[in-house]
């Protein structure tokens, strides 16, 4: 692919998921394509090496005027659509929205409706402007409507960094969460685990870590992770998990269009409901048992690298350019 690109990317400055999946992706590829230029509007509060990237607001302007293509960013609270609208160049913008509902509003049945209707005001609704002004629309979460492209968080560097195939995956399970206040099935969801590893002998770490270097750590050793999805159904504990080599049990996979087939791995097991969770549960403990194997995982791992890292992510992106 052809990466001999000029891009001016307007982001938020608070450290958002979207922009931190995409900021690392351009990252990673602007290693291997050093003809592939990215300048920020403004300075990220998240550690990525991105000093030698951010002009001040002029400079940046004047860049923009001559980018093949800007790139609109959504930040919660923290969107710059001032400065899209002073630059006005909205044939070469992009808008790359990450909102969602938020809370257990996606469980919400009216507020489901309303969203595809276009009725929802609210975070997660298609921003209407963006949609008609910009020449691309990607979303991280539904509704996609026709002209929405699907674009969800993807595996970042940083989800790697305890990972090593060599190391031992001493843990059967793990199972931390932010936050267990939305929705609870991730506290009841945790509250079977512990009953089912500690009635079947498993090891499990279901504690909340002190440092996120800790909690990648134990994650790199673990054989399976649980994942429940927070304010909309992509989490990136989803995709932590997966970075780790681990196999997955998921609440049912709602982050791309219906009948995709791009999650489609034999590690990934969904369940509907808390009995379905179960079942899942007694599958895996079977197969931790009497198949597991570590080194049979690589193949499939570095598939789901290739197609799912935040720099295939930022390569998606600019397939579509």
Request: proline share 2%; aromatic share 14%; hydrophobic share 30%.
């Amino acid at each position: 692919m052809n990466l001999d690109y000029k891009i001016a990317i307007i982001n938020p400055h608070k450290s958002d998921g979207i922009a931190r999946t995409v900021l690392d992706g351009f990252l990673l590829l602007q290693k291997e394509n050093p003809k592939l230029e990215f300048f920020l509007a403004k300075d990220f509060d998240y550690s990525l090496n991105l000093e030698n990237n951010i002009l001040e607001k002029q400079e940046f302007i004047n860049y923009a005027s001559k980018a093949d293509v800007i790139f609109l960013i959504y930040g919660k609270g923290d969107t710059d659509y001032d400065l899209a609208h002073e630059i006005n160049l909205w044939k070469k913008t992009i808008f790359i929205d990450g909102s969602e509902v938020g809370k257990d509003r996606r469980y919400d049945y009216e507020i489901e409706k309303k969203l595809l209707s276009g009725e929802y005001k609210e975070n997660g609704k298609i921003n209407k402007e963006m949609f008609e002004k910009c020449k691309l629309y990607f979303k991280r979460e539904k509704p996609y409507i026709k002209g929405i492209i699907p674009m969800p968080f993807g595996i970042e560097s940083r989800y790697l960094k305890y990972y090593d195939k060599n190391k031992k995956k001493d843990i059967d399970f793990f199972c931390v969460f932010g936050q267990e206040e939305y929705p609870k099935l991730r506290k009841y969801a945790r509250k079977k685990l512990e009953k089912f590893c500690k009635k079947n002998n498993f090891t499990c770490h279901t504690k909340k870590t002190k440092t996120r270097e800790e909690f990648y750590e134990l994650l790199s050793r673990s054989k399976v992770g649980i994942s429940v999805g927070g304010g909309g159904f992509d989490t990136m504990r989803f995709w932590e998990i997966l970075g780790n080599n681990c196999l997955l049990i998921t609440e049912r996979i709602d982050i791309y269009e219906e009948n995709s087939k791009k999650l489609d791995y034999k590690r990934i097991l969904q369940f509907n409901d808390l009995g379905d969770f179960q079942e899942r549960l007694e599958e895996v403990g079977d197969f931790l048992k009497n198949k597991y194997n570590q080194n049979n995982l690589d193949e499939e791992y570095n598939n789901i690298l290739e197609k799912h890292s935040s720099r295939a992510r930022v390569l998606e992106i600019i397939d579509k350019i």
